[in-house]
C-alpha cells in the first residue's frame, strides 16, 4: 500500500519561506517522477513543479524562480522549497507520484499525499 505523508506547512508572513516535505512508502520511490501541485477553495488544483526520476524539473509559470523542488531518493521524499511567499500562496499543498515522465495535469499522477495547508499572511 502506498503512502505519502506531507509536512512542513503553516502559518507564515509574507516575503517568508517554508520547506515542504513529502515522505513515501509502498513503491520504488527512484522510479517515480514527482510533482507538487496546491488547490485554494474554489479554485481548480494547480501545477506547481515536477521532478522526473532522472531529476529533470518542471515549473509553473506562478512560482518559477521562487519556489525549488528537489528529491531525496535515499529517503524517499521530495521537497518543496517556497520562498518569498505571497498571500495568495496560501492553499492546501499537496505532493504525488506518477510511473514513468514528469507530467503536468493531475489526473495523469496515481498516488497522491493528504494535503497540507499553507497560510501566508500580509
Known amino acids: 500500500q502506498v503512502e505519502m505523508v506531507e509536512s512542513g506547512g503553516g502559518s507564515a508572513q509574507a516575503g517568508a519561506s517554508l520547506r515542504l516535505s513529502c515522505t513515501v512508502s509502498?513503491?520504488?520511490?527512484?522510479?517515480?517522477?514527482m510533482a507538487w501541485f496546491r488547490q485554494s477553495p474554489g479554485k481548480v488544483r494547480e501545477f506547481l513543479a515536477a521532478l522526473s526520476a532522472k531529476n529533470s524539473s518542471h515549473y509553473g509559470d506562478s512560482v518559477k524562480g521562487r519556489f525549488a523542488i528537489a528529491r531525496d531518493n535515499s529517503k524517499a521524499t521530495v521537497y518543496l522549497e517556497m520562498n518569498t511567499l505571497k498571500p495568495e500562496d496560501t492553499a492546501v499543498y499537496s505532493c504525488?507520484?506518477?510511473?514513468?515522465?514528469?507530467?503536468?495535469?493531475?489526473?495523469?499522477?496515481?498516488?497522491w499525499g493528504q494535503g497540507t495547508q499553507v497560510t501566508v499572511s500580509s
Open positions: 504525488a507520484a506518477r510511473w514513468g515522465r514528469l507530467s503536468v495535469w493531475p489526473n495523469e499522477y496515481e498516488h
Open positions: 509502498g513503491l520504488t520511490f527512484s522510479n517515480y517522477a
